[in-house]
């Protein structure tokens, strides 16, 4: 069990690291980051004249 916990944990943290985040950050920090990264993209693609 203790094995177990271990792996969940390590996936836990290996996903923050993969976004480039700690476990500190707070998972509305994360949320705001990625919407402002979507409504850039949807400016770059509205600006070069896509949907």
């Known amino acids: 069990m ?3 916990k271990k792996l969940i944990e ?3 943290n290996a ?4 976004l480039g985040y700690d476990r ?3 998972t509305s920090k994360i949320i705001s980051d990625f919407d402002e990264k ?5 400016a ?3 600006k ?4």
């Open 2 to 4: 203790k094995d177990l």
């Open 10 to 12: 390590s996936i836990y």
């Open 15 to 18: 996903e923050y690291t993969y």
């Open 24 to 26: 500190k950050t707070t």
């Open 38 to 42: 979507a409504a850039a993209k949807q």
């Open 44 to 46: 770059a693609i509205s």
């Open 48 to 51: 070069a004249g896509g949907d």
